[in-house]
Nanobody, 126 residues
Framework: QVQLVESGGGLVQAGGSLRLSCAAS????????MGWFRQAPGKEREFVAV????????RYADSVKDRFTISRDNAKSTVYLQMTSLKFEDTAVYYC???????????????????WGQGIQVTVSS
């Protein structure tokens, strides 16, 4: 069974930075694209970023482009989301997700992901 455990969330002032981590176990981490999604109160879950299985390509939502960076360390089975210049509207529960199929570039479509973490709160104060 695949398990994903997020860490690194918390409260930060607008303009600050946080780094989220997601540790994976249960299958060959390096073979699967990994994504980050988020859900704010009263809103649907939305795509944030995805990184390909090999780590060579990544995609971002327009709202976080140039502020967030996704990366992965396959030796540690961990994916990261470095968040800078945080805004109040970045406040949400952040989820990491593992792609259903191996050796893909990754997708912003949440239906492409088979496993999800429990989520971690990020709160940005204005």
């Amino acid at each position: 069974q695949v398990q994903l455990v997020e860490s690194g969330g918390g409260l930060v002032q607008a303009g600050g930075s946080l780094r989220l981590s997601c540790a994976a176990s249960g299958r060959t981490f390096s073979a699967y694209a990994m994504g980050w999604f988020r859900q704010a109160p009263g809103k649907e879950r939305e795509f944030v970023a995805v990184i390909s299985w090999g780590g060579r390509t990544s995609r971002y939502a327009d709202s976080v482009k140039d502020r967030f960076t996704i990366s992965r360390d396959n030796a540690k089975s961990t994916v990261y989301l470095q968040m800078t210049s945080l805004k109040f509207e970045d406040t949400a529960v952040y989820y990491c997700a593992a792609a259903e199929h191996a050796y893909t570039l990754g997708s912003p479509d949440h239906d492409s992901y088979a496993y999800w973490g429990q989520g971690i709160q990020v709160t940005v104060s204005s």
